[in-house]
T-cell receptor, first 112, second 113 residues
Framework: EDQVTQSPEALRLQEGESSSLNCSYT??????LFWYRQDPGKGPEFLFT???AGEEKEKERLKATLTKKESFLHITAPKPEDSATYLC?????????????FGAGTRLFVKA | KAGVTQTPRYLIKTRGQQVTLSCSPI?????VSWYQQTPGQGLQFLFE???????NKGNFPGRFSGRQFSNSRSEMNVSTLELGDSALYLC????????????FGSGTQLSVL
């Protein structure tokens, strides 16, 4: 069965304290891996897509990397406004087409 | 360009009732997916529609159903509501057939009493 596991469940950082979030996956026929950000009371917002091992994407203080079994979201010098839940998702081929499976997310708290 | 619109934003129902949730995708988007989000389970895939056809379905009981109209708007229905159906229901649209990037609405928060 296709599975996506994110760790840690929650992460508390001081402003400026860099860290990484992990997403490990067990799927057959991975087409792409995605990172989303979700703020309270809102739907997830797209951040990155990664397609192949070794690929990296950057956006402001965020950098996503991909290996054959996991992905990391690196947060450099975070600010309080980076506080949110970060969701990892994989796209796999279902019976009728592609479907996206999400992990449970990592709740990030950044304190000033 | 308007985003994905979900109505209603909040809903309170009692056990045994049924409910219909609505989703208007971004203009031009033909694919609509539905997800259930709960604190314990995260986002669970319900189903996905493309051009009025259900292409994929998650592991939910038959009480959960949906449909898509010719203008790409979608509805999902839950019959015989149970307490465990309390959740945030999220709709996401995508422009093409491959759903590479999902655009989410703010969801409908359903509470079953």
């Amino acid at each position: 069965e296709d599975q996506v596991t994110q760790s840690p469940e929650a992460l508390r950082l001081q402003e400026g304290e860099s860290s990484s979030l992990n997403c490990s996956y067990t799927v057959s026929g991975l087409r792409g891996l995605f990172w989303y950000r979700q703020d309270p009371g809102k739907g997830p917002e797209f951040l990155f897509t990664l397609y192949s091992a070794g690929e990296e994407k950057e956006k402001e203080r965020l950098k996503a990397t991909l290996t054959k079994k996991e992905s990391f979201l690196h947060i450099t010098a975070p600010k309080p406004e980076d506080s949110a839940t970060y969701l990892c998702a994989v796209q796999v081929l279902g019976t009728g087409g592609f479907k996206t499976i999400f992990g449970a997310g990592t709740r990030l708290f950044v304190k000033a | 360009k308007a985003g994905v619109t979900q109505t209603p934003r909040y809903l309170i129902k009692t056990r045994g009732q049924q409910v219909t949730l609505s989703c208007s995708p971004i203009s031009g988007h033909r694919s609509v997916s539905w997800y259930q989000q709960t604190p314990g389970q995260g986002l669970q895939f319900l189903f996905e529609y493309f051009s009025e056809t259900q292409r994929n379905k998650g592991n939910f009981p038959g009480r959960f159903s949906g449909r898509q109209f010719s203008n790409s708007r979608s509805e999902m229905n839950v019959s015989t509501l149970e307490l465990g159906d309390s959740a945030l229901y999220l709709c996401a649209s995508s422009p093409g057939a491959t759903n590479e990037k999902l655009f989410f609405g703010s969801g409908t928060q359903l509470s079953v009493l």
